[in-house]
């Protein structure tokens, strides 16, 4: 009976620890490469995320949505702006459905190339334009300057970590 005891003992702690040690799901990884301030939001599979953001030249709303592929890459599902300025349609993503408005360009169905598979992605935060980012399935938009100081360099990354990785070095949020 007391070897059953410590055999228990001691599977119950080793399954633990494989719980805790291992990855298990992905999530969204927010870093803030100015303040080394790290933030993650579970992703579950066939999830999204999107930036919204003014323009820079034309001072227009840009939408751009993402998701993870199997090997965690940042992938394009979606785009849509709001001036044809600068037209993405064949450019950047030549292979994809248009919707073409009097009042905006949306670009869907985009069928990713090998350059638009992205490990990470990087964004300033702004000084004056509102940016946002909104992660599906949560519905819920978050400023960037949640995120950092005004002119900081944002890295967003779809990353596997277990828990103890981002207890020791981020914030959790899971909304």
């Known amino acids: 009976m007391k070897y059953f005891k410590i055999i228990f003992i001691v599977s119950i702690k080793i399954i633990i620890a494989l719980v805790l040690i291992f990855p298990h799901q992905p999530y969204l990884k927010i870093e803030n490469t100015d303040s080394s301030k790290v933030y993650y939001y579970r992703f579950p599979k066939g999830s999204t995320f999107s ?3 003014l323009h820079s030249y ?3 709303p840009v939408l751009e949505v993402f998701k993870a592929d199997k090997c ?7 785009v849509k702006y709001y001036s044809d300025t600068y037209d993405l349609r064949f450019a ?7 919707e073409v408005t009097n009042e905006y360009v949306r670009i869907y169905n985009i069928i990713p190339q090998r350059y638009d598979r992205l490990k990470e992605v990087f964004i300033n935060i702004k000084n004056f334009e509102p940016q946002y980012l909104s992660i599906n399935p949560y519905l819920k938009d978050y400023s960037f300057i ?3 100081e005004k002119g900081d360099l944002l890295r967003i990354s779809i990353v596997k970590n277990n828990f103890i990785q981002i ?3 981020g914030v959790f949020i899971n909304d």
């Not at 965690?72 to 979606?78: G, Q």
């Not at 950047?92 to 248009?98: G, I, N, Q, V, W």
């Open 51 to 53: 930036i919204r953001y």
């Open 58 to 60: 034309d001072r227009t």
């Open 72 to 78: 965690l890459n940042i992938i394009p599902v979606e």
């Open 92 to 98: 950047r993503y030549s292979k994809a459905d248009t």
């Open 146 to 148: 949640n995120f950092g």
């Open 167 to 169: 207890f020791l070095r």
